[in-house]
């Protein structure tokens, strides 16, 4: 027998050599029980360097696969292993090694199962099928290898890890049908400064700081500008602790910040917040363009505009229009080149890189040069107000050439003539034109000047504070000539929107997660640092501006009054040109790596399948890049180049970013507080307080920037929160919300087992029992029709079932019969819970359901039941007894009852009822819920235009009139609205048709309890009985006044009733110890119709003395019948008599369910009562209160 000795080699790669076999390729042909399980981990670095191996391809095995598979032959002439003397042919011939783990090469496929996420190491039988487990050791263990692997598979599954961006699978694939041998992939080895530091400084800044920092500074002054780059640093700090403690709590795939919000909030709110941040995206690529567009235009070549203006007072909309135009062929222009690839997007972005960080440090650079020498870059000033330098050359009214005075351009853009008698305008003769140095230096005393703030209405000229000024009182329009105008309102909170943009980005290091070496470290380190110095570069910028440029310059946004120069430009050294090609650049860039990123996101968000239209934007190219979800960004994008404003794109990018921080704070403090034990991040630096501010912080700053947008934001989150809710995949990922919905409901329970709930709070909390077929479907999926139109959704709602058996035995039928009652509640959209036990016996089952169904205070207090319509079949799926004890157990756990006859007969929730009634027959008070359960089907569409009637019984001592004035009080003080009517029901003797039914019911329960037949016999036997109780029933319906006796042929009916009743013999005379014939004496014929005619006149009238003595005599075997079973026959035929003669035609008919006898003899007998008092209804509920008051009259 061959010896190996293993040893583990780096951190993926398992080597296993032999030390004494004499040929080693013969030492994996041992026999069986001898063998190691090296095979299970995957022994990559030693095959690969062996010449005899050969690729064995497995049907079934896509071609990412084959190359682990593989097939070891014996070649060495003249020697057999053992386990070629073992006859283990297959050792040496096509024995195939495992292949390694499939999510190695693509984990976020395998991360997320359906309906919860699959473990990566756990539970993932895929790898090893076709793997038996052949050691002793752990042998007590081996049948549970399928599911719990040993910890050595598990560890060298956890040593093969790799974390794969999106995309490589398929971009594999698309290489293996081009090249025959499969290229192995190298392990990302990107580090902090490259992987996260640099595409978070690059992204942070960007267009805000170039095109609009300086005219913030200018409106808000150093001190306004200050807190607002504070709070806005300060959101993003708090966001990137909260973020980094997510991203070091585990592996973080390829997908970043989305797989984060998702992961520990939910698929509800990640795919919310997840759309969001993909909006945010798409939005800020529509901004970056259009500062390209703005940076072209303005002040590289302002000559390529199409639309001109011919009126100064129109170049707001000419430029507008100049934006949508170039801004499109701009956005065509860069979603073409992502399309064609990718990399060379990355390629450039080291050049973009460059050109932020060279604009910087001229910046800088040229801040240092102002305190000895500043750039003269003057400001031309009529009296306070300042001049676009355009359309003259000279600051000055006039000018002396060769001792002769002139006018000057700016004479004739302000007087009608060039004459020095000319007349001018009223402003213009009044003050004088001063020039003043637009860039005094750091070493001027500007800076005292520009600390607070100067906000301007839209239209307002540009002024300068502490210049001299002659007003002018001019009535006429300033329109065409050189004015500065505000061309938008400035405030605090516009500004922080719009600034707002400048400090997003931090996402760039997560989103780049499956590239990195090392995300748990990285991503805090490379984020925080990246925080810090652009937060550093801002507020030293804001500082420096304001201590170098004058105010009304920095006011200046687009820089008419230097000539259009870019503001920013007039401070950089040496030249510029620098801050113009480098912004240029930079914005271009920023453009094309939105395109890049924001397709990747919206594939990511597609191929989780929580959105399911938004499917078709998962698939792409066959290297995996996202093609349609790159046309959707596209679109997306070209809506932001049509507002054409980059001041009004600004704060829409705004809101979603921030509701994007706001939950990324959210689900750090849920987690934190909620101490889940999956919760252990490496980053220790976090505080739920410091996640709680921050999200405070972001919401605030929402509604800071823009109410209505913010309010428009939280909308469409919402929206697609319950789409998601409604249709999208279910998943179960671990999250927070969950946790959180676990805790909630765990206080709620406690607080709930305070005590029972009051009057007011009372509704039904429902446990339905069910009834499965062979095939476990339901029997009934009426009752859950009704439970929906009862219950709205509201409360608690537990679906049972019972199954005979063993659960060891059934445990598969139990998850079948589940499924199959889940999927039924959905479409009959029955919010509720589903139960099955399994029993020894259908009775105990049930009676478990009742006592343990629910937990805590938050348990059914109501049992919904389907009348059991086979109920003397004593071998049928459900026999009386059980109904019987059913309503004895609900009656003792205080429960109501709920029993409805021809269940399948109730209506759809698709149906809706034109008309009718619902009646409602109080006949005795057990709690008000026969009142409260019409009102609540009232709610629900089906029933909503039935109207209520409510009867109630007098008795011949009762004030019939009085009781409907008190019933119609009682029910208005209830707020229900009802018709109300009082049915008198006499003292009636009781009808010969009574003593008849009850002698067959007693004949049928004497010989059910002393007939010994075999199971055919007797189930003839009780057919028998139940054909006779028909004919009473057929003979009872021909004798009433209500009915039409002509309807039936007189022959049929006398020919029916001939089949009434065994001789009294059988029953009355019987004695205990002689045994019963199995044959019936004989049945003769009791009834003419000349009888039962006669006898439906006496009914009307009290019979006498004599008369009773005359039905005796007709039937002498009354006199031995129980008088108890008698009186409650009598009841249960008069009542349905009342009630078919009333309610025959209603839509439903609501009616007290009495309750079983206390002796247990005469449970068959009950269910007999029940039986005749239901006759001829055609939907019935019958209720039965559970012994506590559901309603009131008081608020």
Same mark, same amino acid.
């Given at each position: ?371 000895? !020498? ?477 006592? !343990? ?343």
């Amino acid at each position: 027998m061959c010896l190996w000795s293993s040893m583990l080699v780096g951190v993926s790669n398992f080597v296993a050599r032999p030390s004494t076999c004499p040929a080693p390729l013969l030492c994996l042909a041992k026999p069986k029980e001898n063998r190691r399980s090296d095979q299970r981990f995957g022994q990559r670095g030693v095959h690969k360097s062996r010449r005899q191996r050969t690729t064995t391809p497995v049907p079934g095995m896509s071609q990412s696969q084959r190359f682990l598979v593989t097939a070891v032959h014996s070649r060495r002439d003249g020697l057999e292993s053992d386990g070629m003397q073992n006859g283990d042919s297959s050792a040496t011939h096509g024995e195939n090694t495992v292949p390694i783990l499939e999510y190695i090469r693509e984990p976020n496929r395998y991360g997320d199962g359906i309906p919860k996420e699959s473990s990566p190491f756990i539970n993932n039988t895929d790898i090893d099928k076709g793997i038996l487990y052949d050691g002793k050791n752990l042998a007590l263990f081996e049948e549970e290898m399928d599911r719990n692997p040993m910890v050595s598979s598990l560890l060298n599954r956890l040593a093969n890890y790799t974390n794969l961006t999106q995309g490589v699978r398929e971009h594999e694939e698309a290489e293996n049908n081009e090249e025959p041998k499969k290229k192995e992939i190298k392990a990302p080895r990107m580090g902090t400064f490259i992987g996260v530091y640099l595409p978070c400084l690059q992204n942070i800044l960007g267009v805000i700081l170039f095109l609009r920092l300086t005219w913030i500074v200018g409106a808000a002054g150093i001190f306004g500008s200050f807190w607002i780059v504070f709070m806005c640093c300060a959101c993003t700090l708090l966001t990137a602790i909260s973020m980094s403690a997510i991203a070091t709590n585990g592996v973080v795939p390829a997908g970043g910040s989305y797989y984060m919000i998702s992961r520990s909030l939910g698929p509800e709110f990640g795919g919310a917040v997840g759309l969001c941040f993909y909006l945010g995206t798409t939005f800020a690529g529509a901004m970056y363009i259009l500062g390209t567009i703005e940076i072209l235009l303005t002040y590289i070549v302002p000559g390529a505009a199409i639309f001109k203006a011919e009126d100064p007072s129109q170049e707001t909309q000419a430029m507008l229009n100049n934006m949508r135009i170039y801004g499109t062929c701009a956005i065509t222009l860069m979603a073409t080149v992502v399309f064609v690839g990718v990399k060379y997007v990355n390629k450039l972005a080291l050049v973009f890189l460059a050109c932020v960080v060279l604009s910087i440090l001229s910046i800088y650079a040229g801040v240092i040069k102002t305190t000895f !020498s500043p750039p003269d870059f003057p400001l031309c000033m009529l009296g306070n107000r300042t001049l676009a330098w355009r359309a003259f050359d000279v600051c000055a009214k006039v000018i002396t050439k060769g001792n002769k005075t002139v006018t000057t351009q700016l004479w004739q853009l302000f007087c009608d003539g060039p004459s020095l008698n000319a007349t001018c305008n009223e402003y213009f003769a009044l003050n004088n034109v001063t020039t003043l140095q637009g860039i005094p230096g750091i070493a001027s005393n500007v800076i005292t000047k520009n600390i607070w703030s100067s906000y301007g209405e839209q239209g307002e000229m540009l002024e300068q504070q502490g210049l001299p000024s002659v007003p002018a009182s001019e009535g006429g329009t300033n329109a065409g000539l050189p004015y500065l105008f505000s061309d938008i309102a400035t405030y605090f909170t516009m500004l922080v929107g719009i600034y707002f943009p400048s400090v997003t980005g931090i996402m760039a290091g997560s989103n780049r997660s499956g590239d990195l070496k090392d995300a748990q470290k990285s991503i805090p380190t490379g984020t925080l640092l990246a925080i810090i110095t652009t937060s550093f570069i801002y507020v030293s910028c804001i500082i420096l501006f304001g201590a170098c440029i004058e105010g009304v310059l920095l006011r200046d946004k687009f820089g008419e009054s230097v000539n259009g120069n870019l503001v920013i430009g007039t401070l950089a050294w040496p030249s510029p040109w620098v801050i113009v090609i480098g912004s240029f650049f930079s914005t271009c860039g920023a453009g094309l790596q939105s395109l890049t990123g924001a397709p990747r996101l919206m594939q990511a968000i597609a191929r989780d399948g929580i959105v399911p239209f938004l499917q078709v934007f998962g698939h792409g190219k066959a290297n995996g890049e996202p093609t349609w979800a790159l046309l959707l960004t596209a679109g997306i994008c070209e809506i932001g180049i049509l507002i054409a404003s980059l001041d009004s794109v600004a704060p829409i990018l705004s809101m979603f970013f921030l509701m994007c921080y706001m939950f990324v704070n959210l689900a750090c403090a849920l987690q934190t507080l909620l101490r889940t034990p999956n919760w252990r991040p490496r980053f220790k630096y976090y505080h739920w307080t410091l996640s709680f501010l921050g999200m405070s912080l972001c919401l605030a700053l929402m509604f800071i920037c823009s109410w209505y947008y913010a309010l428009i934001a939280m909308v469409i989150a919402g929206c697609i929160y319950k789409y998601i809710e409604y249709r999208g995949a279910e998943k179960e990922w671990g999250d927070g919300i969950r946790g959180l919905s676990l805790n909630a409901a765990r206080y709620a329970l406690l607080r709930l087992e305070d005590g029972p709930p009051h009057t007011k709070n009372w509704r039904p909390q429902l446990l339905i029992l069910l009834n499965l077929d062979a095939d476990q479907n339901v029997k009934h999926p009426r009752l859950l029709s009704l439970t929906t139109q009862l219950k709205a959704g509201k409360g608690l709602t537990i679906v049972g079932s019972v199954l005979e058996g063993t659960f060891l035995e059934r445990h598969s039928e139990v998850q079948a019969a589940e499924q199959n009652i889940k999927s039924l509640m959905g479409l009959e959209k029955t919010k509720g819970f589903c139960h099955v036990v399994v029993s020894s016996n259908l009775r105990d089952g049930v009676s478990h359901l009742i006592q !343990s169904s629910g937990l805590g205070g938050m348990k059914h207090n109501t049992v919904l039941v389907a009348w059991p319509e086979l109920w003397r079949q004593m071998d049928g799926p459900v026999g009386w007894k059980s109904f019987v004890d059913t309503v004895r157990e609900t009656t003792a756990a205080h429960q109501a009852l709920l029993v409805t006859k021809n269940i399948d007969s109730f209506p759809e929730n698709q149906e809706r009822f034109a008309g009718g009634t619902i009646d409602i027959w109080w006949i005795v008070h057990d709690g008000g819920l026969l009142m409260l359960l019409p009102f609540l089907l009232s709610q629900h569409k089906v029933w909503r235009k039935c109207k209520m009637r409510i009867f109630t019984v007098a008795q011949i001592d009762d004030n019939s009139i009085q009781m409907k004035k008190d019933l119609q009080l009682f029910l208005y003080q209830l707020r229900l609205d009802a018709e109300v009517e009082v049915v008198e029901m006499l003292d009636n003797d009781i009808s010969a048709f009574t003593y008849e039914r009850t002698l067959v019911m007693e004949q049928r329960s004497q010989m059910l309890k002393q007939m010994q037949l075999s199971k055919n016999e007797r189930g003839r036997e009780i057919q028998g009985i139940t054909d006779d109780s028909r004919g009473a029933t057929i003979r009872r319906n021909s004798a009433r006044p209500t009915l039409d006796f002509k309807a039936r042929n007189p022959d049929d009916v006398l020919k029916e009733e001939a089949q009434l009743i065994h001789d009294r013999n059988a029953a009355a005379h019987s004695s205990g110890t002689d045994k019963l014939s199995v044959t019936p004496e004989g049945v003769h014929m009791t009834w003419t119709k000349e009888k039962i005619m006669g006898e439906k006149h006496k009914n009307k009238e009290p019979l006498s003395s004599e008369g009773v003595r005359d039905i005796f005599n007709m039937k002498p075997e009354w006199g031995n019948l129980n008088q108890s079973n008698v009186r409650r026959m009598h009841t249960a035929v008069k009542l349905n008599e009342v009630v078919v003669n009333k309610s025959q035609d209603a839509r439903l008919v609501l009616l007290n369910m009495p309750g079983p006898p206390k002796n247990r003899q005469g449970d068959e007998n009950y269910m007999e009562f029940l039986e005749v008092l239901i006759e001829g209804l055609n939907r019935v509920l019958m209720v039965r209160g559970g012994g506590s008051e559901v309603i009131t009259i008081y608020s």
